[in-house]
C-alpha cells in the first residue's frame, strides 16, 4: 500500500488557520476608516441625514449644525443615540486643514467607540478636479 496519510497534514493547516484568525486582530491597531481617494465622488445619501462631527481650526467640536461645541462625552451620547435608531445613518467627519491632525483622529476615536463602523471624511474638491 502507497498512499500518503494526509490527516496530519489537514490536522496542523487547521491549527495554523486558527492561530492566525486569532492573532490577525490582536496586531492591527488604531481606528478604521475609509479615506476617500484623491478624486473622491460624492457619497449618495437617499434622502436621509448625515450625522456630521466638524473640528473648526481651534480643535473644537460641533455635531451637525449646532453653533455650540461639544464636549467628548456628548459626542459619544448623540453618536450612539443615532446608531441605536438609525444604524444606516451615514457618519462623516469634517476638518479645518488648519486644526492638528491628531484632532481629527481623536474625533473619529470618539466615534468609533460610539460603536460607529465606517467614518468617512469630508473633503473639498480642488478647483481644477472633476
Given at each position: 500500500m502507497s498512499e500518503i496519510n494526509v490527516v496530519p497534514y489537514i490536522d496542523v493547516m487547521l491549527v495554523l488557520l486558527v492561530i492566525f484568525m486569532v492573532t490577525t486582530p490582536m496586531l492591527t491597531e488604531g481606528v478604521k476608516v475609509d479615506l476617500p481617494e484623491a478624486e473622491a465622488r460624492q457619497v449618495e445619501s437617499d434622502d436621509q441625514e448625515n450625522f456630521v462631527l466638524t473640528v473648526d481650526a481651534k480643535g473644537r467640536y460641533f455635531v451637525n449644525e449646532d453653533k455650540r461645541p461639544s464636549k467628548g462625552e456628548q459626542i459619544?451620547?448623540?453618536?450612539?443615540?443615532?446608531?441605536?435608531?438609525r444604524p444606516d445613518t451615514l457618519f462623516l467627519v469634517r476638518g479645518?486643514?488648519?486644526?492638528?491632525?491628531?484632532?481629527?483622529v481623536k474625533a473619529m476615536?470618539?466615534?468609533?467607540q460610539a460603536g460607529v463602523p465606517s467614518v468617512g471624511l469630508v473633503t473639498h474638491t480642488p478647483e481644477g478636479g472633476k
Open positions: 459619544y451620547a448623540k453618536a450612539a443615540a443615532v446608531l441605536r435608531h479645518d486643514k488648519e486644526v492638528e491632525y491628531q484632532v481629527v476615536v470618539l466615534l468609533q
